[in-house]
């Protein structure tokens, strides 16, 4: 079982739907990650929260929108995605925050997303 | 800036066989190093990480990597397979920096049959 728990597993959503996914961390961990992993490719990482902060965007249309509202928990916001937005959206912490760059990280078994 | 090559997309073993997954990479500072393997349907566990020391490591499932720096690699070595090894697995660096982030191989598919 992993301890890093995502919600929805699955999600299909029209391409004017809102929606979100859910992230949650309870190991005290203080950086959270949002990747997009596409069939047979590496995750790309997409934002990094550090001590509920962002520190990175990987340059993401803003039709994603992630929200930590607190250091346990991190959302994706989606709206008005492209049906080449479909992927695997996982979600990763560490322990340390963004800036240490050797603490490994600790992933979800994502939310599988297809766009309509 | 760092760069992650796994330079065998797909590699078929019988069970019980020995297996090398091959990882190379560049980067112009001190770098960490992690090979992460991902199940049908998960997300992604870490098997072992370089971060100093000993060049060689041992992780879960018998899994181990050597780290070579005069030949910038990191291969994955298993002496003994079993068929749910069969799996996606993921090479990764961090350079020795602040405000960089983990970069991803492309992936090495092992699939191990009886």
């Known amino acids: 079982d992993t301890e890093v728990t995502q919600t929805p597993k699955h999600l299909v959503m029209g391409m004017t739907n809102k929606k979100s996914l859910k992230c949650e961390q309870h190991?005290?961990?203080?950086?959270m990650y949002w990747y997009k992993q596409k069939a047979k490719k590496p995750p790309e990482l997409m934002f990094v929260?550090?001590?509920?902060?962002?520190?990175i965007n990987e340059s993401v249309p803003s039709r994603f929108s992630p929200e930590c509202p607190n250091s346990s928990l991190l959302n994706l916001h989606l709206h008005a995605l492209q049906p080449e937005d479909s992927a695997l959206y996982l979600c990763?912490?560490?322990?340390?925050?963004?800036?240490?760059?050797?603490?490994?990280?600790?992933f979800g078994n994502g939310t599988r997303l297809t766009v309509t | 800036a760092q760069s992650v090559t796994q330079l065998d997309s797909q590699v078929p073993v019988f069970e019980e066989a020995p297996v090398e997954l091959r990882c190379n990479y560049s980067?112009?500072?001190?770098?960490?190093l992690f090979w992460y393997v991902q199940y049908p349907n998960q997300g992604l566990q870490l098997l072992l990480k370089?971060?100093?020391?000993?060049?060689l490591v041992k992780g879960i499932n018998g899994f181990e990597a050597e780290f070579n720096k005069s030949q910038t690699s990191f291969h994955l070595r298993k002496p003994s397979v079993h068929i749910s090894d069969t799996a996606e697995y993921f090479c990764?660096?961090?350079?020795?920096?602040?405000?960089?982030?983990?970069?991803f191989g492309k992936g090495t598919t092992l699939s191990v049959s009886s």
């Open positions: 370089y971060l100093s020391g000993s060049t």
């Open positions: 190991m005290g961990h203080r950086a």
């Open positions: 990764a660096v961090s350079e020795d920096q602040a405000g960089t982030a983990l970069i």
């Open positions: 929260y550090s001590y509920e902060k962002l520190s």
């Open positions: 990763a912490s560490s322990q340390e925050g963004a800036s240490s760059y050797n603490s490994p990280l600790h």
């Open positions: 980067s112009s500072v001190s770098v960490y």
